[in-house]
C-alpha cells in the first residue's frame, strides 16, 4: 500500500451542501434540503436568524431583499432587515421565485420547520449562527430548540450536529452552553492562536484559498474541546480542480453550492 501521507486520511472528506444543494435549488429552502437528499448527500449547512418577534428562521444574509420578494410585497420596509420583520410576515414571502420559476412559491423556512424536515430526512447539519452579534442570546435560543426538536440527544451530538459561527464569541457561548455540541469557527486563526481557539471550537473553517497543507497538519496536530482531533471543514468549493486541492491538503470536510461536483472529485 501507498504510505499514508502526512495530514491526509484513507478517507474521503465529507461534502456538505452549503445552504442546502444551493447550486440546484434555493438556498436556506425545504427544497434545497430535498434536492440534497436526493443528489444523496446527508450533511446540509444552513444560516440561522431571529425575527422581529424572536422566532428563528433560516436565511443567510442580513437584509430579505436578495433571496425573497421583501421589497414588492412590503414596499415600505427598507432596508428590509429580517429583524424588523415579524415571522407571520416572513412566512408570506416567496423564496423561490429569484431562483427559478420552478420554486415559485418556495417558503423560508423556521428553524423549527427545517429540523422536522431533516429529522424525517435523516440528513445531519452544519448550523451556522449568523450575524449572532445582531442577536443576543440566539446561542441559548438555538440550543433550547435543536433541543426541544431532539436534536441533542446522544446520537445527534455523536454525529449528526455542528454549531458554526465567523462570531468566535458566539462559538465560545455554544460551547459553555452546552460542552457535548460539536463546534465550528469560520476563519483562519494563526497557527500561534489554534491552541487558544482548541479550547471551545472542534472544527476550523476556512475559506478555501488560505488552506495549505501545513495549515491543516497544524489544526490536526491539537485536539478540541470534545477531546478529538481538530478537524478542517473548507468553504464554499464549487469546480473539481478546487476540491482535488483541498482534499490533497487534507480537510476533513469541504462544503458546497455543487456537493455533485465534489463528490464526483474526491469521492466523497
Ligand atoms: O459554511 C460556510 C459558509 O456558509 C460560510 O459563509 O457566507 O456562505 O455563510 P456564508
Ligand atoms: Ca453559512
Known amino acids: 500500500a501507498a504510505p499514508r501521507q502526512d495530514t491526509k486520511s484513507n478517507k474521503s472528506p465529507v461534502t456538505v451542501a452549503h445552504r442546502g444543494a ?3 435549488a434555493p438556498e436556506n429552502t425545504l427544497a434545497a434540503v430535498s ?14 436568524q431571529r425575527t422581529k418577534d424572536g422566532e428563528l428562521v433560516v436565511m443567510h444574509d442580513t437584509t430579505l431583499s436578495r433571496t425573497t420578494n421583501a421589497e414588492s410585497l412590503y414596499p415600505k420596509r427598507s432596508p428590509w432587515k429580517v ?24 417558503k423560508v423556512p423556521t428553524l423549527e420547520q427545517y429540523l422536522r424536515h431533516i429529522t424525517k430526512s435523516g440528513q445531519k447539519l452544519l448550523l451556522e449562527l449568523k450575524a449572532p452579534e445582531l442577536y443576543p442570546g440566539v446561542e ?15 446520537s445527534h451530538l455523536k454525529s449528526k450536529l455542528v454549531i458554526q459561527s465567523f462570531n468566535a464569541n458566539s462559538v465560545r457561548t455554544t460551547h459553555v452552553l452546552n460542552s457535548g455540541v460539536k ?7 494563526k497557527v500561534s492562536e489554534l491552541d487558544s481557539y482548541a479550547q471551545f471550537t472542534d472544527q476550523i473553517n476556512p ?62
Open 22 to 24: 444551493s447550486g440546484y
Open 35 to 48: 434536492k440534497a437528499d436526493k443528489l444523496g448527500f446527508d450533511w446540509v449547512e444552513n444560516d440561522v
Open 83 to 106: 429583524s424588523d420583520f415579524t415571522a407571520k410576515e416572513i412566512s408570506r414571502l416567496d423564496a423561490g421565485s429569484w431562483f427559478s420559476d420552478d420554486y415559485a412559491g418556495e
Open 140 to 154: 441559548a435560543q438555538t440550543l433550547r430548540e435543536l433541543r426541544s426538536e431532539g436534536w441533542l440527544d446522544s
Open 183 to 189: 463546534t465550528g469557527f469560520l476563519g483562519n486563526p
Open 207 to 268: 475559506t478555501h484559498s488560505t488552506v495549505t497543507k501545513d495549515y491543516v497538519k497544524a489544526v490536526h496536530a491539537r485536539k478540541g474541546p470534545l477531546g478529538k482531533q481538530m478537524q478542517v471543514f473548507t468553504w464554499t468549493v464549487n469546480d473539481a480542480s478546487t476540491a482535488r486541492t483541498v482534499d490533497k491538503a487534507g480537510v476533513d470536510g469541504i462544503i458546497s453550492n455543487f456537493p455533485d461536483v465534489v463528490r464526483d472529485a474526491t469521492g466523497g
